[in-house]
């Protein structure tokens, strides 16, 4: 039991390590999705193509962000 312990606090530990790496160069990974990626890569996906993703789903999410923007109404919108 304290062997397992241990390696939480070692994986938690370089989760927060990354995570401050993250923040640093602006990544905009919150804890979560950065522990999420880790284990993707850990379990054999390609770091550049999980990159390449995550910047393609970025830029749909701002697209549909934008698109909902321009449908409310307000004040340059009427």
Do not use: F, W, Y
Not at 50 to 69: G, H, M, S
């Amino acid at each position: 039991m304290a062997d397992r312990s241990g390696k939480q606090a070692a994986a938690q530990q370089a989760v927060d390590i990354l995570h401050e790496i993250s923040t640093i160069l602006n990544c905009h990974l919150d804890r979560r999705t950065l522990s999420i990626c880790i284990s993707m890569i850990e379990n054999g996906v390609n770091p550049e193509a999980l990159a390449t993703v995550v910047k393609e789903l970025r830029k749909e999410a701002q697209e549909v962000d934008a698109q909902i923007a321009s449908r409310r109404p307000g004040p340059g919108n009427r």
